[in-house]
């Protein structure tokens, strides 16, 4: 299975950008799993930031109101819509299972910088 994320960038502080995630997965374990995205900065652990899945979703507070996770599932893809950015958010950001994981992206660099 093949993890791959994109859509990360450079943007100013109030901008928006849109992560993509596409699992390479021969099966349907995707559209099953609640799926998550994940962020890591500099000097920090991975943490999640939210999280979507049958029973619904759920966003930590840091990006309640700034955050929209999506998925497709006839494709295979997770989305993270990101708006209002702040220089806090910058981080690799990942995408995963919330349980099982699958072995982990490479992630796509956020920097949020005037």
């Known amino acids: 299975v093949q993890v791959v994320e994109s859509g990360g960038g450079w943007v100013q502080p109030g901008g928006s950008l849109r992560l993509s995630c596409v699992v390479y997965?021969?099966?349907?374990?995707?559209?099953?799993?609640?799926m998550g995205w994940y962020r890591q900065a500099p000097g920090n652990l991975r943490e999640v930031v939210a999280h979507?899945?049958?029973?619904?979703?759920s966003y930590v507070d840091d990006v309640k109101g700034r955050f929209t996770i999506s998925r497709d599932n006839a494709k295979n893809t997770l989305y993270l819509q990101m708006d209002h950015l702040k220089p806090e958010d910058t981080a690799v950001y990942y995408c995963n299972k919330v349980i099982g994981k699958y072995d982990w992206g490479q992630g796509t660099q956020v920097t949020v910088h005037s």
């Open positions: 997965d021969s099966g349907s374990i995707f559209a099953i799993s609640t």
């Open positions: 979507m899945g049958r029973s619904g979703l």
